[in-house]
């Protein structure tokens, strides 16, 4: 697993160094605060429209692809359900269940590398992610 600490995750995946982005989504987060909510907004709501379909939750253990075309590009964002939040902006990091399940869709899609935010997800999901998807497609990012 790469570590880039020099790259903010926008400007890693615009900048074409990533094909796609893990992001934290919280149940009880709305709007969306944190990368999810940048990406939201770069991304014109798209975000913020799989929610009102009903697609994404933020339910503990849910992972979601979200593939986004934008300028003639597929950009591979990755919603990670971190369940309930203390408060907005509080990060206390993903739930294993939802590591688990995006490391398994990163080895079935063989999508990468993609970001993963050391700020939404906590040093712990750099831990597990490195054991779970055996180094591979994954940066960790500040």
């Keep these: 697993m790469a570590t ?7 400007r ?6 990533l094909v796609g982005l893990a992001v934290a989504c919280y149940t009880n987060e709305r709007p969306f605060q944190g990368l999810a909510g ?3 907004w770069r991304f014109e709501g798209a975000l913020s429209e799989a929610v009102r379909a009903g697609v994404v939750s933020g339910e503990a253990g849910e992972c ?3 593939p986004i075309r934008k300028r003639d590009r597929t950009f591979h964002l990755f919603l990670v359900g971190c369940g309930h939040t203390s408060s907005p902006g509080h990060r206390p990091g993903a739930p294993d269940k939802a590591l688990e399940k995006l490391a398994l869709n990163l080895t079935n899609l063989k999508i990468g590398p993609i970001g993963v935010s050391k700020a939404d997800f906590g040093s712990d999901a750099q ?3 490195s054991r779970l998807t055996k180094g591979e497609r994954v940066w960790i990012i500040q």
């Design 4 to 10: 880039t600490p020099d790259h903010h995750p926008d």
């Design 12 to 17: 890693a995946l615009f900048g074409g160094d």
């Design 38 to 40: 940048l990406m939201d």
């Design 64 to 66: 979601t692809y979200l």
């Design 127 to 129: 831990k597990a992610l």
